[in-house]
């Protein structure tokens, strides 16, 4: 190994994520003092408090973090204390995994049993998902891979704010990005050293989120189906018998989680005759939080105790019911919400910082296709996500917490590929007599080609195929729907509309010429309402201003905005059953001056 690499891997590497891990340590005992402090008890955490202040007023921006006055209250860390104050013993059966009580009640005890302990363990396994991560992007890439994506999560704000909360979130992210690097070295290196470590770092992540099996299940899939792939230098006897090896640590790897799972589950099949009670006792929450009464006519009202149902049916009944909807929304829930939502913490930086990140990473993510280490990641990951993706659109369900592990591969992916491209840069520009395209062969470039088509294809089905469909299901079985502007919205809005405009939380396009039409499908000759969330463009016209409201030509209802600056006007109009044609519609609107449309809902009556 060169000199330099050796350097950088056991010195200048392991200095700068140091470097990383303090400036981390700064930022988030910066936010928890201004947000939850000052703090009299402990002693050691009040005379931090002027020292970081100090420190934080000099290195960081300034951030101000609003004050909390009762912390804790209103969510999970509330009964996260509690849980850790009762609990006796590491696997007694209970609502909720034992790893983070447990390890909450290591920070209760090193600050006197104040509340703020759970803040302090969260913190504290934010810090170790740096060194995670840093790991991770060395072992895909390079240690820069590994200490860039470290850095980036490190000065996020959006993973500052809630690494004080004192939420179990912080120590699943450091358990599912630990799995995948050790699961990733597992499959480069069967020892029986890795199959133990793969197995340990498995099995405490379980105990955190039982659901994480979504995530070991597809490297334990991978492994055994690649076992037998011959190498170069193998024969076929070889082959087969590097398999069986490979088979054996790898149930030595299953073995080691089951050891540390299973007296967990046994003890709640004993206690409560589920001994998946950790994830089934919480769906009764989802049901009441979806208010849903054909869910609840399905499963028995929310609170039934004859009535259980498990996670496992709660899911398979969303396919059961509404299956398009449903797969809309597990795609979205994998591939596209977890997406969304990260990025904004790194534009506080620098603006544009997170959109360039960001593209970054969809380019490793697919590049990752092309490399088996990263297909091992991918399968990984996005099984990681399935359970996210079936409560997503519960309220609630969509924090950025509960996806902050996924935040890891992203960043690993976008300096991953950073790195290929610097170093395929190197070998054709500096090193002018490699030849880096010198065993790309035809299949290799038709099975890209392949693989890119069948990415645009599965990209356009799910934004203008896919929101038709689900529109087309609900008001087949009788349910509103709601055509709403955004990125989805390209077979509903079919003339005459400008581009996306977001005004604070709302997204709207304007009608760019006097007559504009929506694209809608009525399924059935019945009456429907609609209502339309619209305003004047200028608000000077409002009074003044009317939008002749019409369906496939015939009138319906000429609609007088007006103008409310706190609120974006609602207006009412019915279609009648008689000029109903089954099938789809073009609902016309009919203006002198500009307006601009939020959404329209649709109600069969």
């Known amino acids: ?36 402090g000052p703090y009299e ?17 000099t290195l960081t921006p300034g951030w101000r973090w609003r004050h909390v006055d009762t912390p804790y209250v209103g969510g999970d860390p509330i009964n996260y204390l509690k849980f850790a104050r009762e609990m006796r013993h590491f696997y007694a059966a209970h609502v909720r995994e034992p790893m983070f009580p447990a390890l909450t009640r290591i920070g209760l005890l090193l600050t006197g049993d104040a509340d703020v302990g759970v803040s302090i363990t969260s913190i504290f396994f934010a810090l170790l998902t740096l060194v995670a991560t840093y790991k991770l992007g060395a072992l895909m890439g390079s240690p820069i891979v590994g200490l860039a994506a470290a850095a980036m999560l490190a000065i996020d704000t959006s993973a ?51 659901t994480t099996l979504a995530l070991i299940a597809p490297a334990v899939i991978w492994v055994l189906a690649t076992s037998n792939a011959p190498l170069r230098t193998d024969g076929e006897y070889s082959a087969r018998r590097r398999g069986a090896d490979i088979r054996t640590r790898l149930a030595l790897a299953v ?18 005759g589920d001994p998946f009670y950790a994830i089934n006792n919480h769906i009764d ?123 890891a591969f992203y960043l690993v992916a976008a300096f991953w590929v950073v790195d290929k491209a610097v170093r395929f840069a190197r070998a054709t520009i500096i090193a002018r007599d490699a030849r880096p395209w010198e065993y790309v062969t035809r299949r290799d470039i038709v099975r890209a080609v392949a693989i890119v088509l069948a990415l645009v294809m599965i990209t356009g089905v799910c934004v203008v195929a896919a929101p038709y469909a689900v529109a087309r299901e609900a008001l087949t079985y009788g349910e509103p729907v709601t055509i709403t502007a955004g990125p989805r919205d390209r077979w509903f809005f079919a003339d005459g509309w400008s581009k996306l405009v977001v005004e604070g939380n709302v997204t709207t396009r304007f009608a760019a010429k006097p007559a504009a039409s929506l694209r809608i499908f009525l399924p059935e000759a019945r009456a429907y309402g609609l209502t339309l969330r619209m305003n004047p463009v200028a608000p000077s016209t409002a009074s003044r201003q009317s939008v002749e409201l019409s369906l496939n030509g015939t009138h319906l209802e000429d609609l007088t905005l007006s103008w409310n600056p706190e609120r974006m006007g609602q207006y009412e109009a019915t279609i009648p059953a008689g000029i109903v044609t089954p099938g789809v519609q073009h609902l016309g609107l009919r203006s002198d001056s500009a307006f601009k449309l939020w959404y329209v809902r649709i109600v069969p009556q």
């Open 255 to 272: 073995g080691v989680m089951a050891i540390l799972v299973a007296p967990f589950l046994i003890n709640c099949a004993i206690a409560t």
């Open 160 to 210: 500052v704010y809630w690494a004080i909360g004192g939420w179990r979130d912080e120590l699943f992210a450091f358990f599912a990005v630990s799995c995948a690097w050790a699961w990733v070295r597992f499959a480069r290196d069967s020892t029986r050293a890795n199959a133990i470590l793969a197995g340990a770092l498995s099995g405490g992540a379980c105990l955190t989120r039982i």
């Open 285 to 407: 929450f989802y049901l009441k939080r979806e208010a849903s009464a054909d869910v609840s006519r399905r499963h028995g009202a929310a609170g039934e105790a004859d009535a259980p149902i498990s996670a496992v049916s709660y899911s398979l009944s969303k396919f059961e019911s509404r299956p398009i909807a449903a797969l809309d929304n597990a795609v979205r829930g994998v591939f596209v919400y977890p997406f969304d939502n990260k990025w904004v913490g790194l534009d506080e930086w620098y603006a544009g910082l997170g959109t360039a990140l960001a593209g970054l990473a969809i380019a490793g993510l697919v590049g990752w296709l092309w490399s088996p280490d990263g297909r091992l990641l991918l399968c990984m990951f996005f099984g990681a996500l399935v359970p996210f993706s079936m409560t997503w659109t519960v309220l609630g369900g969509a924090e950025w917490r509960l996806t902050l592990f996924a935040y």
């Open 1 to 36: 190994m060169p000199v330099p690499s050796l350097r950088w891997r056991t010195l200048i590497a392991p200095t700068l994520l140091i470097c990383i891990l303090l400036y981390a340590a700064l930022l988030r005992m910066d936010a928890l003092f201004q947000s939850y």
């Open 41 to 57: 008890q402990p002693q050691w955490l009040a005379a931090m408090q002027p020292s970081v202040g100090a420190a934080a007023s």
